[in-house]
């Protein structure tokens, strides 16, 4: 049976693996990548926490954080858009190199 731990474990190695992936790519959409697989370990553990407490608090609040990752892919896009007019790359290091 499936409990409030294996959800939990689960979680952690999203986590981790978008941790491990946000710190280590320098592409702008890995980058990306990365932060949503952050955004759905955190939902994941609030999702497995409100079933586990018996409340909709936390899908609720899971909710308005997928709201916010969508908002935070739509800006992204853009700026990975304006990365490959301006510099003809992706490369995140580059950004740096914008100056208006």
Do not use: C, P
Request: glycine share 4%; net charge positive.
């Amino acid at each position: 049976m499936i409990n409030l731990h294996h959800y939990l474990v689960a979680s952690a190695a999203l986590f981790v693996i978008g941790f491990v992936g946000m710190v280590t790519r320098r592409n702008a959409i890995l980058l990306l990548l990365s932060i949503e697989i952050l955004f759905n370990a955190a939902n994941l553990a609030l999702v497995a926490a409100s079933r586990y407490l018996g409340n909709l608090n936390g899908q609720i609040l899971v909710f308005f954080s997928m709201t916010v990752a969508a908002a935070e892919v739509s800006v992204g896009l853009a700026i990975a858009i304006l990365l490959v007019r301006h510099l003809k790359t992706l490369n995140a290091d580059e950004v740096r190199l914008l100056k208006w």
